[in-house]
């Protein structure tokens, strides 16, 4: 297919806002702020390993890492295009300890959207040239437009949000989203600046080959997910499965949303409530997974009905291919029923 037949995403932006139940062109230009964002990111992800951009910059976030010189360049772009359209009154970041109020234009505390963003998932990966992404979250905000932005704008459940996706920044570069009406993923043409697209309602297939999971971790994992990991490596019908690990959970869920798969970050003994983070992380994922007819759970619950109680929250991870999901959580009740 040509390129003049192909949808650009700025295009289909504007022909699905109708779709949108709360449609005033405010989430289209929210969506056009993080589209704008992804280019420049991209680019400084493209020439990390020329530029002194890779590496820490000797501090620690909010959740005791070290911070990647790009996780802070990432990050203040983020803020910088979300906060100067008159679209979002406040911003959670991964990177950040609190939210931020946006008060630098105008009209800001009149929107009626809060974003939640990990501005670059898998950061440390980056000086060894391994796929990094995106991933943001957003909600309508509950306090009334007009007032100061609150905390309990931001900790709403998963089943809240109104858009939702991810950017991969790998071989090619692709934004992927939804508004609660499927999944589309659009692919960017560095040589002109446009994301096309390219992967049309994209829905995970009900059974996967692939699961993955950091096995370094093994003897730290709960009985339930160690008896699940034997299950896929037994050889029995269609097992073994294949065990993919990039360690980027934006490639990770993309690999297994396209092929099939499970992907698997529970708790340990040392990490009891989890290592990701529900509002920037898991909320978005499980959002993205069950409008393409995946399964996303805790090991027990379902994740987007969690509660959130603080900004960083914690949470074990199961999420995938609904039949694979479902099969994990079932070792899982087991091994809990014989203790």
Do not use: W
């Not at 994301?195 to 994992?221: C, D, Q, R």
Request: glycine share 8%.
């Amino acid at each position: 297919m040509s390129k003049q037949a192909l949808q650009t995403l700025g295009e289909f932006i504007i022909d699905k806002q109708d779709d949108f139940k709360y449609s005033t062109g405010e989430l289209s230009r929210l969506i056009s702020s993080i589209r704008i964002a992804t280019k420049i990111v991209n680019r400084e992800v493209n020439k990390a390993g020329i530029a002194d951009i890779i590496g820490n910059v000797g501090n620690m976030n909010i959740q005791g890492e070290d911070q990647q010189k790009l996780d802070v360049l990432a990050n203040d772009i983020f803020i910088a295009a979300l906060s100067q359209r008159e679209v979002v009154c406040g911003i959670a970041s991964e990177e950040s300890d609190d939210f931020i109020e946006v008060k630098c234009t105008e009209n800001a505390h009149l929107s009626k959207y809060v974003v939640l963003i990990d501005p670059l998932d898998g950061s440390s990966n980056i000086d060894v040239n391994v796929s990094v992404g995106t991933i943001f979250s957003i909600y309508r905000r509950v306090s009334d437009p007009g007032s100061p932005v609150e905390l309990r704008d931001f900790l709403q459940k998963g089943v809240n949000q109104v858009a939702a996706g991810y950017v991969v920044y790998g071989s090619s570069t692709m934004i992927v989203y939804t508004t609660g009406n499927g999944v589309n993923g659009f692919t960017l043409d560095p040589s002109i600046g446009t994301y096309y697209l390219s992967h049309e309602n994209i829905k995970f297939p009900t059974m996967g080959k692939i699961y993955s999971i950091n096995e370094g971790n093994y003897a730290k994992f709960p009985q339930g997910v160690k008896d699940y990991i034997k299950y896929c490596q037994e050889e029995e019908g269609d097992r073994p499965y294949t065990s993919r690990y990039i360690g980027s959970l934006v490639s990770d869920f993309h690999r297994n949303m396209l092929k099939g798969g499970i992907y698997i970050y529970p708790q340990t003994s040392h990490s009891p409530n989890g290592k990701l983070r529900l509002l920037y992380e898991a909320n978005p994922m499980a959002f993205l997974a069950e409008q393409a007819g995946g399964k996303c759970s805790d090991g027990f619950k379902r994740i987007m009905e969690i509660e959130p109680t603080e900004l960083h929250q914690r949470v074990p991870f199961f999420c995938g291919s609904a039949a694979m999901v479902t099969q994990a959580e079932e070792f899982m009740a087991k091994a809990v029923s014989k203790n």
